[in-house]
């Protein structure tokens, strides 16, 4: 019951509250100078639409994974980001509305994209069950709006009409960022406590790879590219911060497979630590923060 009170009531409105404070740090220009300048948007799409299923894909092969441990690591790799990548992003300096907007065209993408290439999986790896994927699209729509679009756009207005408070609430917001990704960890490691002997056991070492290699790829893919190192430091994260809650969803309820949620509860515990850690090194490097 506790459990099910912090993952579907305290961890949505606490990122949504985030949201808002990330809204207040944010103006219309950083917006229209990702419409202007489309690179960093594209990089950023590449790497989640298709580099992640491929490097997903592959080390379902090298390891050579059972059937449903390998459309579990599917499931994770076309999952798209979440309201997370956009907490750890903005604490480590990152582009947040690079982010924001990676996040938004990729979960939208991915009611057409996850169907495709989970069903190429299935058929591949031998677990197809004539399985129609449909994902709850409006569930997926709300998410978006509730948590992220919604909660942006009303801090964006406060610091339109509110600078002031909006700068000083500035500090006070990237310290509840910090805390509240603490609480979502733990709450996390609670929720799956169960799981987690087993998860790691069977895919540890795997999601471990997938996690460094899709944030690896990400960041070099963006520097290749000649982006600046906030847009880097975004695609970065949005490439390795998957939305765990959808890709267990998907396992669970629409493909009725528990077992193939167990990448994911692996996957949850390596994202979080590495994404601390990015937190932790970028968090208060000044040229990060001075940089335009």
Known sequence: MIVTLLTKVFLPLSLAIIMLGMGMTLIPADFTRIVTYPKAVLVGLTNQLVFLPIIGFSLAIAFDLDPTMAVGIMILACCPGGPT??????ICNGNIALSVTLTAIASFASIVTIPIVLSMALDYFGSGSGVVIKLPIMDTVLQILVITVIPISIGMLIRKYRPNFAKRMERPM????????????????????ELMGKAMKRVGLVTLLLNIGTMGIGYLTARLFSLKLKNAISISVESGIQNGTLAFVIATTILNNVEMGIPTVAYAIWMFLT??????KLGNRKDIQLAD
């Open 85 to 90: 990548s956009n907490l750890i992003t903005q």
């Open 275 to 280: 994404g601390g850690i990015l937190m932790w």
């Open 174 to 193: 990237r310290i509840a960022s910090t805390v509240i990704f603490i609480l979502v960890f733990i709450a996390v490691m609670a929720a799956n406590f």
